[in-house]
């Protein structure tokens, strides 16, 4: 599979299997508490599992390697930390990165003074890039791309039978018709780690969806 491939107006950067017709809102659910990115589960509207990032704890894995598998636990996208770097920069490798392996994207922090923004560059013969604005710590970002357009969105997720505003623990990754929803999950693992989260503020409601509330 190329890395990269255009498909009228989509765009496949891990796999074409996660490209939708329609918008696609996921439910993303830290499955741990206590440490910044130490687990995640997204569902979709029938409350199936679309991805998964699994942790057992620190000191299991490199704390700067982050594994996104699908629901059967297939190794999609791995993002890991460069070191050393001026503007925090995390890189994107297809399925689990072995030694030597050329990353297939990057995303650091704007070197613009008082920017609060991510750039993004994909690598493949276009160089297609995008920008992410917005604070992830309070789930509020939109991804775009170099027209501008919206390809995903990040936001607090409001439990549709009572009405309340869930705790930033879970929240919404909304993918736009044509987006790699894989890519979007990966960029939602660096957010994490380069934003992680501020001091909960006090009313966030720390309320978990069950499966048939979501």
């Known amino acids: 599979m190329e890395l990269v491939e255009e498909m ?8 074409k299997a996660f490209l939708y017709e329609e918008d696609k809102p996921l439910t993303v659910c830290k499955t741990s ?8 589960a997204a569902y979709d509207c029938h409350g199936d599992i679309i991805f998964r990032v699994d942790s057992y704890g620190p000191g ?31 890189e994107g490798f297809l399925g689990e990165r072995s030694d030597g392996q050329k990353p297939i994207f990057s995303v650091r922090r704007s070197s613009i003074i008082g920017r609060c923004t991510m750039e ?3 690598y493949d013969e276009t160089g297609e890039e ?9 789930r509020s970002c939109l991804i775009h791309d170099t027209k501008k357009r919206t390809v995903a ?12 505003m869930l705790g930033r ?38 309320v978990h969806p069950f499966v048939e509330e979501i």
Not at 33 to 40: E, M, N, P, V, Y
Not at 75 to 85: A, E
Not at 194 to 204: F, K, L, M, S, Y
């Open 153 to 164: 969105e990040i936001k607090r997720k409001v439990d549709a039978s009572t009405n309340v």
């Open 169 to 206: 623990d879970v929240f919404t990754l909304e993918i736009k018709p044509g987006f790699d929803g894989a890519f979007a999950m990966g960029l939602v693992l660096v957010l994490d780690q380069i934003n992680g989260d501020d001091p909960v503020e006090i009313g966030d409601e720390q």
């Open 8 to 15: 009228g107006e989509k765009r496949v950067v891990v796999d």
């Open 130 to 138: 995008y920008t992410i604005d917005g604070d992830f710590s309070q």
């Open 60 to 90: 299991t894995r490199d704390d700067d390697e982050f594994v996104l598998m699908d629901v059967t636990g297939n190794c999609l996208l791995t993002v890991k930390r460069k070191r050393p770097t001026l503007h925090q920069r995390w």
């Open 33 to 40: 508490l206590f440490h910044t990115g130490d687990g995640f």
């Open 120 to 122: 993004v560059e994909v």
